[in-house]
C-alpha cells in the first residue's frame, strides 16, 4: 500500500483528483468505481473544475457507483442517484449510458438479486474497474461492507451497521429512524478485482478505522483492511485521519522520497 499523509483535506482531494485525471489520461476509455458520502466531495469538486477548463474529458469514461440505499426514491434528496447527480454527473460530460448505480427503489428480493449479477457481469463486460475511489466507514467499512462482509462478498444486498445509520444522519437532519436500514453495495471481492484503488480518509472520526484497516489484521471485522492485500491501493489521509499510525513517520519518509525521486526525473 502506498500511505500518503497530507496536511488537509483539500490537499488529499487535489491528489485523489491529479491521480485520477493522470489515469484518465493513459488511456482512451477508463472504467471509474465512484463513492459517495462527505469524503470525495472535494475530489470531485476538482474534477469538475479540471473539467470546465477543458483539461479532462469524461465522454468516454464508464462509471459504476459503490452503493446505493434501498427504500428511497431515486430523486430523493439524499439518494446516492441524487448525490452524483449534484456533486459529479449534472457537471461534467460522461453519458449517462455510461453511469451505472444502484437503483434505490427496488426491493423486490428476486429483483434485488437479479440486479446485482447483473452489476457484476457489466463490470466484467467493460473489462473490470480501472479505478476505485474508497472512502471508509467509522467502522472500517469500504461501499456498504459492513464489519463481518466476507472479503470475498461480491455485489449484494446489505444492511447497515448502527455505527453508520448514525454518521449518515448527518445527511438526514439528523433524524436517524429515516436513515435508511438496507443498501446494495459491491462486495469487498468486487472492490479488490479493480486494478487500482484509491482510499480517502479525513477527519479525527476516521483514525481508528484508518489504523486498524492499515496496521490491523486482515479480518471481515475491518473489510478495508482486505486492502492490505490489494497489489495497487493509496490510501490518501489528512493529519487527523492518520494521528492513530503507529508508523507515521516512515509512510511520510517514504512519501518525501518518492516526492524527490520523481523532481529528479
Ligand atoms: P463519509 O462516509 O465520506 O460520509 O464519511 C464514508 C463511508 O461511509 O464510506
Known sequence: MEIIVLETYHEISQVAAEIVVRSMQQTEKIVLGLATGSTPVGL???????????EVDFSNAVTFNLDE????????????????????????????????????????????????????????????????????????????NESSSSLQSRTRLTTLARSTIEANAKFFDRQIDVVPKMSITMGVGTIMEAKRCILLANGENKAKAVANAIEGPITASVPASALQMHPNTTILLDASAAKNLKHLEYYKWVYQNKRELETQM
Do not use: T
Open 44 to 54: 470531485y469538486q476538482e474534477l469538475v473544475a479540471r473539467y470546465k477548463k477543458n
Open 69 to 144: 440505499y434501498v427504500g428511497l426514491e431515486p430523486e430523493h434528496p439524499q439518494s446516492y442517484n441524487s448525490f452524483m447527480e449534484q456533486h459529479l454527473f449534472g457537471e461534467i460530460n460522461v453519458p449517462i449510458k455510461q453511469q451505472y448505480i444502484p437503483p434505490s427503489n427496488i426491493s423486490n428480493l428476486k429483483e434485488i438479486d437479479r440486479f446485482c449479477l447483473w452489476y457484476e457481469e457489466e463490470i466484467q463486460r467493460h473489462g473490470g474497474i480501472d479505478l476505485q475511489i474508497l472512502g471508509i466507514g467509522v467502522d472500517g467499512h469500504i461501499g456498504f
